[in-house]
């Protein structure tokens, strides 16, 4: 019997029993359904993490100040670093494309009658916007001589735009900071939320030294941070290990000492974070194959109902002429149909599930956005698992219903 008349026979067995193949189906298709959301939300998720940590900035370094011990217990972070270690860690380290230092400050920011207090105020050097891979929308960022000279200038966030200006162009505005006079030279352009809902364009950045002398009132030469951008993601490794050695040598940081500093990379951070959502995900799709297992039972279930419901029919087939190949090979015809069929309508409705997972999450949500992710690769991997369930749950049915004597297979009532 021809291979195509064989699918034939198959196909007009499962059409006289529509209601039993359809419940067949379903444990597929909500298998099938669970695995595709799931993967793609998961997906949605890492998109999320890569994504925030790539608005951080470019091949971001973070150097920290170390922590101060007294009897061996940790007492307080030693304020180590300084301007002058930045200038020498973006001109002596080679693999490093820039750096900036950071200073914390808090105000409001008053213009005419309107006031506002930003949620991020900083002083930063003339790299800033290199290291963070941050543009402008308007006017220009402050320039080296202003970090020098201490000037008052300082460029502002879309929010701060917003909240303090409306339709007024904020160039060359002056704006006060703690009763300082501070002009307006450069806008930010927008950075959105952060994964927590954090708004990154309500801020102010400042020359560092304006923060320290002007705001603080500070005599201090030190910064609280150290922010530096490698060349290239192969060269961040590289790069943390010259910046070790360029402050342990200007520290006088001795062999077996503990360091003043800490370094670390936003890389590490997110490489972290990837490997936990991955393995949400694979969590996630492992859970939802369970119900796929549930859905090949029930095809050996019913497959072997239909064996017994069939056997007359089956002594009849081998009485005019079927062999045991032919029998075997229209049973597994029929499991892989419901199987690839179920697994057809499952890839849709995960489709559709995980769109309307990630817009419910993004309604529900104040955090950035979730980026709508449809996993092809999932949806592929989950069809050919249906088609691997139809063949490996009913093979042992197909090789039963094809075992069977024709004689008694005929006999049977």
């Not at 100040?65 to 973006?90: F, H, Y």
């Not at 994964?195 to 364009?201: L, R, S």
């Not at 079927?322 to 697994?343: C, Y």
Request: glycine share 8%; aromatic share 6%.
């Amino acid at each position: 019997m021809s291979l195509l008349i064989t699918i034939r026979v198959a196909l007009r067995a499962l059409a006289k029993n529509k209601m039993r193949a359809s419940l067949t189906v379903l444990g597929v298709v909500i298998g099938i359904a669970a695995v595709t959301a799931m993967v793609s939300v998961g997906m949605s998720a890492s998109q999320l993490v890569q994504s925030e940590f790539e608005s951080l900035g470019t091949n971001v370094i973070l150097v920290f100040p170390g922590n101060e011990r007294s009897r061996g217990a940790r007492s307080g972070q030693v304020l180590t670093l300084t301007p002058t270690d930045c200038n020498a860690i973006a001109e002596e380290c080679e693999s490093v494309l820039a750096a900036s230092p950071l200073v914390g400050a808090q105000g409001q920011l008053i213009f005419g009658n309107n006031n506002w207090s930003p949620r991020s105020m900083l002083g930063v050097g003339s790299d800033y916007l290199t290291v963070r891979n941050w543009q402008m929308r308007l006017g220009e960022f402050f320039a080296e001589r202003d970090v020098a000279n201490a000037n008052k200038v300082c460029v502002v966030g879309q929010t701060v735009v917003k909240q303090l200006f409306q339709t007024t162009n904020p160039i060359g505005q002056t704006i006060r900071i703690k009763n300082i006079p501070f002009e307006i030279i450069g806008v930010l352009d927008t950075k959105g939320v952060n994964i927590v809902g954090e708004d990154q364009d309500d801020l102010v950045l400042m020359p560092y030294t304006t923060v320290r002398k002007r705001i603080q009132r500070s005599n201090f030469n030190n910064v609280d941070v150290i922010m530096a951008s490698a060349k290239s993601t192969s060269r961040m490794k590289m790069a943390e290990l010259e910046i070790k050695s360029l402050l342990s040598d200007r520290h006088k940081i001795a062999p077996g000492q503990p360091a003043d500093f800490n370094v670390g990379n936003s890389n590490e951070i997110a490489g972290v974070f990837a490997i936990i959502t991955g393995t949400l995900t694979l969590m996630l799709a492992a859970i939802a194959g369970i119900s796929l297992l549930v859905g090949g039972v029930g095809i050996m279930n019913i497959m072997l109902v239909s064996v017994t419901e069939r056997t007359r029919e089956i002594g009849i087939r081998m009485a005019v002429g079927a062999t045991p190949k032919d029998i075997l090979r229209q049973f597994l015809i029929e499991s892989v149909v419901l199987s690839v069929i179920g697994g057809t309508i499952g890839i849709i409705l995960g489709i559709l599930s995980s769109v309307a997972l990630t817009t419910l999450i993004n309604n529900i949500s104040s955090g950035k956005e979730w980026p709508v992710v449809v996993s092809g690769t999932a949806a592929i991997v989950a069809l050919c698992f249906s088609a691997a369930v139809g063949i490996g749950f009913g093979y042992y049915p197909a090789w039963r219903a094809s075992r069977l004597d024709p004689i008694d297979a005929l006999r049977y009532e």
